[in-house]
């Protein structure tokens, strides 16, 4: 086994104590793609059963690509209920990252078909804001839950940032998944942005594209 396998897990400590307080529906959310130049901002919401386990499940970024592959399929079939919300890269231009983050929670929370009791969120920053959060730093390593949304929301936008490689072969974006890496920044200076791509980050700045309007509507439509 792994070294990051044989790290402590996370566990269902925050879950258990929140069902003996009568929430029943307790949803973990994580996000994944902010540091990107290209692509969606993903969020996930999952709520685990009180009765089942699924074993092996880490923070996102400890797993390889085939262990968050392979656990995919599992956790979704665990969970009660999960739901993505996106937010494009549009709408990272249009509306800054905080608040983009914000409606991706949104369209995640309203996807799950449930209500939640008490939603749970990684790190200080509470991006729901409906008065039922509880923000846990570090919490995509030691509550289970969210460790769960954070396998989701990483595969799943992964398999979109695949699919979006097929029609941009050259910004090698079913490796990088739109971060930076040097390919990426090579194929952006030699050829320019993708409808994929966030405009106003600084990196346009950077290549110089920032004065060019990408392509919008029918034509340029997004998987996402």
Known sequence: MRAALKSAAPTLAVERRLWAEGHQVVVGMDEVG???????????????????????????????????????????????????????????????????????????LDGLGLEADAVLVDGRWDFVGNGKTQSLVKGDTTCLTIAAASILAKVTRDRLMRAAAEDHPDYNFDSNKGYPCPRHRAALAAQGPTPLHRRSWAFMDTHGWSHLRIPSGPDAALPF
Request: proline share 3%.
């Open 34 to 108: 902010k540091g990107a130049w290209a692509g969606p901002l993903t969020l996930v919401a999952a709520v685990l059963p009180t009765d089942r386990r699924v074993y092996r499940v880490r923070d996102s970024k400890a797993l390889t690509e085939a262990e968050r592959e392979g656990l995919f399929d599992r956790i979704a079939d665990w969970c009660v209920a999960w739901s993505a919300g996106h937010a494009s890269n549009d709408e990272c231009d249009e509306l800054g990252m905080s608040a983009a983050q914000r409606l991706a929670a949104r369209r995640a």
